[in-house]
């Protein structure tokens, strides 16, 4: 089993930056890709950016060129690094770990709160 651990959100004004981070530990053999989604009230998760065990990146369109995503393997640890922050970007954020060793299996975080104030 695996824990994911999200810290870093707050509150910050439009313009602003935040990093997020999410440590996880257990059987972290078992993650491959990492990444972080975001829930707004009354819908579905979304993805915001992810990164694989080889550094591959993918970015939701809406945050290319302001979030950086990065990973340090030997500390199984994930950060979102968000710049040029807009309301929009406000939400409930969750760590994410793709379970390669059993489908449907992945793991998420608790969630870290973003409010970006206009």
């Known amino acids: 089993h695996v824990q994911l651990v999200e810290s870093g959100g707050g509150l910050v004004q439009a313009g602003g930056s935040l990093r997020l981070s999410c440590a996880a530990s257990?059987?972290?053999?078992?993650?491959?890709?990492m990444g972080w989604y975001r829930q707004d009230p009354g819908k579905q998760r979304e993805l915001v950016a992810s990164?694989?065990?080889?550094?591959?990146?993918k970015y939701a369109d809406s945050v290319k060129g302001r979030f950086t995503i990065s990973r340090d393997n030997a500390a199984n640890t994930v950060f979102l690094q968000m710049n040029t922050l807009r309301p929009e970007d406000s939400g409930l954020y969750y760590c994410?770990?793709?379970?390669?060793?059993?489908?449907?299996?992945?793991?998420w975080g608790h969630g870290t709160q973003v409010t970006v104030a206009s």
């Open positions: 257990g059987s972290t053999f078992e993650i491959n890709n």
């Open positions: 990164i694989n065990n080889g550094g591959d990146r």
């Open positions: 994410y770990g793709e379970n390669v060793w059993r489908v449907g299996a992945d793991y």
